[in-house]
């Protein structure tokens, strides 16, 4: 998220000066390409063929990147929005993206991009986050109103399915509490970002808790995440990536980035272990993991 990402860096500022030795010995991702304009990356999905989507913080729009040959093109804008954020794959290259107060879709199974709206909710907040929980139903992140969201993405019927004062925003600092959220084999992780925090949470397949939400860390900047197939997640951390794998063990993927908003892995067999990041500044890197 671009605006919270910049207060972190802001408010962190003496933590960075202070570890920027350390972080420059890190090796520099690779860099795919710069946006400029619209430049704030704030979501990022890779499709079945190798291209990758990336939606824009500053701009409701989704642009289509080749990573190979390093070029982009716009596929999709949203009308009565300002902001485009999380993005998921719903079906087989149909992908829902949150952008201001709805949910739209991308059919990208023709060759060329068709988008829908699939339903507008006025008393959404601020959504970000977006996850797949089974074919017909998302997930969404309201990062003001310190929900989550489901939606039957053929319907359009939508209901809050968890509300937790974990999800909340903070009374002071960023104004943003539940920002990223991923789910996976049973278990949705997200983020709180007012407070640093990565969590999860069973639920079943109404998106309903069944279980307790557990912390997995509570230090470290955290936006949105990427979940792999033998369930490691990353997430994207400021100026770093932050893996926790399945069984809860943390550590830094090597490969420093700047301003990370969110990262997704690569789908085909060359950049299966590829993770693309998108960051705040406009540039795409991808880091072997
Ligand atoms: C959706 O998932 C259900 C339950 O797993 C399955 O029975 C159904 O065939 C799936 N439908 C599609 C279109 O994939
Ligand atoms: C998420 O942020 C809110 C607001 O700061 C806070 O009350 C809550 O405890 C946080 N959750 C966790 C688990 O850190
Ligand atoms: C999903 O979770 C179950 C236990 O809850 C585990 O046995 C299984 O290996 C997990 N599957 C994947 C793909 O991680």
Redesign the pocket.
């Known amino acids: 998220m671009r605006l919270s990402a910049l207060f972190v860096e802001v408010l962190s500022l003496a933590t960075s000066l202070a570890s920027a030795a350390a972080i420059d010995k890190r090796q520099a991702a690779t860099k795919v390409y710069t946006f400029s304009s619209p430049k704030s990356a704030e979501g990022i999905a890779a499709r079945s063929n190798g291209q990758l989507l990336v939606s824009f913080f500053e701009k409701a729009e989704v642009w289509s990147l080749d990573p190979v040959t390093q070029k982009a093109a716009k596929i999709a804008s949203f009308t009565d929005a300002t902001c485009a954020a999380g993005i998921t794959e719903i079906a087989p290259d149909v992908f829902a993206v949150v952008a201001g107060q709805g949910i739209w879709k991308i059919d990208l199974t023709s060759g060329t991009a068709k988008t829908t709206l699939i339903k507008k909710v006025p008393e959404s907040e601020m959504w970000n986050g977006l996850t797949t929980l089974n074919n017909d139903t998302i997930l969404i992140g309201d990062a003001l109103k ?1 929900a989550i969201f489901r939606m039957n993405v053929n319907t359009g019927d939508y209901s809050i399915a968890i509300q937790d ?7 002071s ?1 960023i104004p943003m ?1 539940i920002d990223g959220l991923r789910y996976f084999n049973g278990t949705v992780y997200f983020t ?1 970002i ?2 640093n ?1 990565l ?1 999860k949470v069973p639920v079943d397949q109404t998106g309903k808790a069944t279980g307790a ?1 557990t ?1 997995i860390w ?1 230090t470290t900047q955290a936006d949105d995440l990427a979940i792999g197939p033998d369930g490691s997640a990353y997430v994207a951390a400021g100026s770093k990536i932050q893996k926790v794998t399945a069984d809860g063990k943390i550590s830094t993927v090597p490969g420093s980035v700047s301003s990370s908003t969110s990262c997704t892995l690569g789908r085909t067999d060359t950049d299966k272990n590829t993770l693309y990041v998108a960051s705040s500044n406009g540039q795409i890197s991808s880091i072997k993991v």
């Open positions: 310190g004062p974990t999800l909340v925003k903070s009374s600092g509490g709180n007012s407070k925090t969590l939400i912390t509570s």
